[in-house]
């Protein structure tokens, strides 16, 4: 297997996650459990059942980390941090910063900072360190025999219970002429090394606005296809167009309600026809980004071997996170909506308890939130006021902006708000929205009143830091707090508090 560029990093990379030389080992009899697939879900399953004293084994076909180490969280966010660090130097002016030269990025540093510190991280999900724990790593494909048999490598390996964690890849779509012309998604992005001058994304979603950002703010002419009319669809309105606003004004140019006509090669360059509102528009690019959703990867499993359905979004499972075979769980991305690395962490608990231990916890039951890490972010936990509506829930909003929180105004990162959604007259949260530079930081809180069904009450009595962004939710329970005194209440208290005077 190689990675490109061929680099010291690289080869580091690969040494940890997927050795050239790893011995493949001999089945020792049957596994308390084996885990398919070493993304977060399948690295948490194996390494949690040997480490707890069972016999597991570990079985990847491509590179262990899966596409969070590899082609997703780690890589995506170090380009990030260094197209943030590049903007906020152009703001330099506005903290009172003189610097001499324009601000320029160099985009194959910023990649080999970005391939170090992957290979840095690395160490974490090596071969090297699960076998450590005691589970068998196997290199290569995995597929189903029967219920309790999978092959790898032309070896046969029993096992009590399995889980399927194979994870998802980049859809595929067929537009025409996209099978004519070279294109990137979030696996080969990262190997690029030089700025492409000219780049259309194809999408709307997480991946498509934090690269049309990122790249944007190196210096590409960045374009953005989708068919919608707002960017990240599943997000509350007021998140979505601010951040619309602030891509068109950092020069991301927009194409929404756009449908693609043609792609086609133009020498050295890809041209794309779209249709919208405003008629036919042809754009020229140097590549294209695909962004354009997930598939899960099931195809090499040979599922029905094993009695296992799934469909088109996936492995089904029921709530406690069993397929229709009954010694066969799975968890991650190749099962869930929520495919986020944190999820999948969350499943793979639930895997390790229900399957060995008899348990029976639920995946209906987590409180999982999310973040797109655009500048600002956007955070958010629960339903949004259209979930709760759809559901029947009548809910209680309570708004603060960010420009009313003093330490966001000394940083100059007051272009967000925060608001938190409580059930009509009570004070239980269903779903909270925060936007602002430490959003995936902040989010944490609300998380933590909703998993333990905590009121806005006890964050109202929670003392909190001055100045600090996370204040702003301070400021929601205390609104929340004042909206309790009722007019009643509020005149007994003034006419105690004069008989006292």
Known sequence: MRLRPSDEHND?????????????????????????????????????????????????????????LNFGCVPSKALLRAARNVHECRRAKEFGVRLDQEVQADFGLVMQRMRRLRARLSHHDSAERVNSFGADVYLGTAKFVDPSHVEVEGQKLEFRRCVIATGTRPSVPPLPGLDQVRYLTNETIFSLTELPPRLIILGSGVIACEMAQAFRRFGS?????????????????????????????EGVILHPQSTIQKIEKAGNFISIEINNKVGQVKLIADTILLALG???????????????KSGPAGVEVND??????????????????????????????????????????????????RCTYTDPEI???????????????????????????????????????????????????????????????????????????????????????????????????????????????????????????
Not at 30 to 55: E, M, P, V
Not at 294 to 308: S, Y
Not at 458 to 478: G, W
Request: glycine share 8%; proline share 4%.
């Open 379 to 501: 955070a958010h936990v629960g339903l949004t006021p259209e979930e709760a509506d759809a559901r029947g829930i009548a809910i209680d909003s309570y708004r603060v902006e960010l420009a009313e929180v003093d330490r966001a105004v000394l940083d100059g990162e007051d272009q967000g708000f925060a608001v938190v959604h409580t059930r009509n007259g009570r004070g239980e949260i269903v779903g909270a929205t925060i936007m602002g530079s430490h959003a995936g930081e902040m989010i944490g809180e609300i998380t933590l009143l909703m998993t333990h069904k905590m009121s806005l009450a006890k964050l109202a009595s929670t003392i909190h830091c001055y100045p600090t962004q996370v204040e702003v939710l301070k400021r929601i329970a205390d609104n929340y707090m004042l909206g309790r005194l009722t007019p009643v209440m509020s005149k007994i208290l003034r006419r105690l508090l004069q008989w006292r005077r």
């Open 12 to 68: 580091e990379l690969l040494r940890n996650v997927h050795p050239p030389n790893w011995p493949s080992p001999k089945p020792r009899g049957r596994y308390n459990l084996i885990a398919i697939g070493a993304g977060t879900a399948g690295l948490i399953t194996a390494s949690g059942t040997a480490f707890l004293g069972g016999q597991s084994a570990l079985i990847e076909r491509n590179l262990l980390g899966g596409d969070c």
């Open 221 to 249: 002419e960045v374009h953005m296809i989708f068919r919608s009319e707002k960017l990240l669809r599943k997000e509350e309105p007021q998140a979505s167009q601010r951040l619309r606003q602030q891509l068109v004004l």
């Open 294 to 308: 997930r598939t899960p990867n099931v195809d090499d499993l040979e599922l029905e071997a094993a009695g296992i």
């Open 320 to 369: 406690y996170l069993q397929t229709t075979n009954p010694r066969v769980y799975a968890a991650g991305d190749v099962c869930s909506k929520f495919q986020f690395a944190h999820a999948a962490d969350a499943m793979a608990r639930i895997c390790i308890q229900n399957a060995l231990f008899f348990g029976h916890k639920k995946v209906s039951e987590l409180i999982i939130p």
